[in-house]
């Protein structure tokens, strides 16, 4: 049920741009996106939901297309910031109520050089 | 605010010895979440809560157990130690579920936990 990322590591020259993507196997609600720098905690970028709109986040955007349970992150003229490994989370549809937990991909290490 | 705080930050067992991480939010959250992440496995729910007196089971629930007496207090008990359990342990909260526009997680600084 984990949703798969690719790619699983990507290196770019700052300023340069960056698209990551997450698929499911499972129908999803929702999607989710982090960002976790070296030894620290992940923190929260956005989130995506069925039938909503696309969320972005300074030059940062993402996408989610429902038919095919994807979603893509937009990195736009990335700078040193960016750097980390991004991950997604997905929200089931089948998980009912408000309780719906994530699963979480195995992550995107992103390095971003000068 | 602290935010999300986890005790303690880093731990040596041997095998077989028993502990407890202690998980604490001051955002009046009534969703807690317990992940282990492991180099190249992403962060794995072992197990979550759903508000005070509840606890329900990850992902990879198995040689561990929670307890949520207090809401803004998550315990992740391991009972017999083993080599696999050794990881980074991360604690998290949330105001509501996966399903809510709301739904962001918060996650506290990690415990590095290894058992030789």
């Known amino acids: 049920q984990q949703p798969v990322q690719s790619p699983q590591a990507v290196i770019l020259r700052e300023g340069e741009d960056a698209v990551i993507n997450c698929s499911s196997s499972?129908?999803?609600?929702?999607v989710h996106w982090y960002r976790q720098k070296h030894g620290e905690a992940p923190v929260f970028l956005m989130i995506l939901l069925k039938g909503g709109e696309q969320k972005g986040h300074d030059k940062i955007s993402a996408s989610f297309n429902e038919k095919k349970q994807q979603s893509s992150l937009y990195l736009t003229a990335s700078q040193l910031s960016y750097s980390g490994t991004y991950f997604c989370?997905?929200?089931?549809?089948?998980?009912?109520?408000?309780?719906?937990?994530?699963?979480f991909g195995k992550g995107t290490k992103l390095s971003v050089k000068p | 605010n602290a935010g999300v705080t986890q005790t303690p930050k880093f731990r040596v067992l041997k095998t077989g010895q028993s502990m407890t991480l202690l998980c604490a939010q001051d955002m009046n959250h009534e969703y807690m979440y317990w992940y282990r992440q492991d180099p190249g496995m992403g962060l794995r729910l072992i197990h979550y809560s759903v508000g005070e007196g509840t606890t329900a089971k990850g992902e990879v629930p198995d040689g561990y157990n929670v307890s949520r007496l207090k809401k803004q207090n998550f315990l992740l008990g391991l009972e017999s130690a083993a080599p696999s359990q050794t990881s980074v342990y991360f604690c998290?909260?949330?105001?509501?579920?996966?399903?809510?526009?709301?739904?962001?997680?918060?996650f506290g600084p990690g415990t590095r936990l290894t058992v030789l």
């Open positions: 989370g997905t929200g089931l549809l089948n998980y009912g109520g408000s309780q719906g937990n994530l699963i």
């Open positions: 499972k129908a999803l609600y929702s």
């Open positions: 998290a909260s949330s105001y509501s579920g996966a399903h809510k526009k709301s739904h962001e997680q918060f």
